[in-house]
């Protein structure tokens, strides 16, 4: 059963200081929504029973963004 990631939990950060740090970081904003987006889109291709092939591909792209908001917020 897919279950959706933690992003919050991962980054070490309350959800709370990501989202004041967001507030007044345009960048931010944008990679934590298009993170949202691949969470998505893994959640949904494991649910839909993807090729691991294909689930991996999304999750490497979630990993790209998920890596670049790390570095926004280090």
Do not use: C, F, N, W
């Not at 990501?18 to 893994?42: C, M």
């Amino acid at each position: 059963m897919p279950v959706k990631h933690d992003l919050y939990q991962d980054l070490g950060l309350s959800k709370e200081v990501v989202h004041e740090r967001r507030a007044i970081d345009k960048r931010l904003d944008s990679l934590l929504t298009q993170y949202d987006a691949a969470d998505g889109e893994v959640l949904k291709a494991e649910s839909a029973s993807a090729s691991d092939e294909d689930v991996e591909k999304l999750k490497k792209k979630r990993l790209l963004i998920k890596d670049e908001i790390v570095g926004r917020l280090g």
